[in-house]
């Protein structure tokens, strides 16, 4: 049988080869591969931080963009009239060159009442269009710019100021903050809405004594209720 050579027996100087069994020679530098791999770590969670603080400050920017927006709609729809009254004929008018207060003569419809399921003319709406008073002479009494005689009033115009989200007949009602001008030279105001509520028999019956007494500890509203109950019995006996 053939022998295979080897390969050593014919190297030139293979008294000068040698193998190790072990490769220590070869990592003669140890590479810091775990301090790259933290700052890889560092710098992602840098940047993870980073573009959360920026989603943030957006949110926040959006969020106040939208409460501007939403105050500036209720501006919008807010109005001056906004926990005003509406005025009714009975209700009074006040001239600031004048001396007396007229309540107010509804002559533009006799439709809409305010607050009144009886349709009593007390409770007419007062309209942009009702310009005379009662009594429609001398209404304001004496005129300041006429130096003290008797008022002659002659309206300028419409009623300004007037409520327009509502019409009556086509026509604007008044609210407390209405203004008409006076051709003399006065302005005239609503001094007097005339919705004024009055307490009757019921309210007293149906009222809490011990809120009352809080309300006004000088009066026995418990007594007053009494009384009030036991009238009642004698008129109906």
């Not at 490769?23 to 591969?33: C, F, G, S, V």
């Amino acid at each position: 049988m053939k022998k295979h050579p080897d390969p050593l027996d014919n190297h030139p100087n293979n008294s000068n080869v040698s193998f190790h069994d072990n490769d220590d020679h070869l990592t003669d530098y140890d590479y810091p591969e775990n301090d790259h791999q933290d700052e890889a770590v560092i710098a992602e969670e840098a940047e993870d931080e980073t573009s959360s603080t920026a989603s943030e400050n957006d949110d926040d920017k959006k969020q106040t963009t939208e409460k501007k927006k939403e105050a500036s709609e209720d501006q919008n729809n807010s109005s001056e009239h906004d926990g005003k009254f509406f005025v009714v004929q009975k209700g009074m008018a006040c001239c600031d060159k004048g001396a007396k207060f007229p309540n107010f003569k509804v002559t533009s419809h006799q439709k809409h009442y305010w607050n009144d399921e009886n349709g009593e003319a007390d409770y007419l709406s007062v309209t942009e269009d009702d310009l005379t008073f009662n009594p429609a002479a001398m209404p304001f009494g004496t005129c300041s710019v006429k130096n003290g005689n008797p008022c002659a009033f002659a309206p300028a115009g419409k009623w300004t100021k007037t409520y327009d989200k509502v019409k009556i007949m086509g026509k604007k009602p008044l609210t407390e903050i209405s203004e008409l001008k006076c051709a003399v030279g006065g302005k005239i105001t609503v001094m007097k809405h005339g919705q004024q509520t009055e307490a009757g028999k019921s309210s007293v019956k149906n009222a809490d004594p011990r809120e009352q007494q809080a309300y006004n500890p000088i009066m026995d509203f418990g007594e007053f209720k009494d009384e009030t109950n036991q009238s009642d019995q004698l008129y109906y006996e």
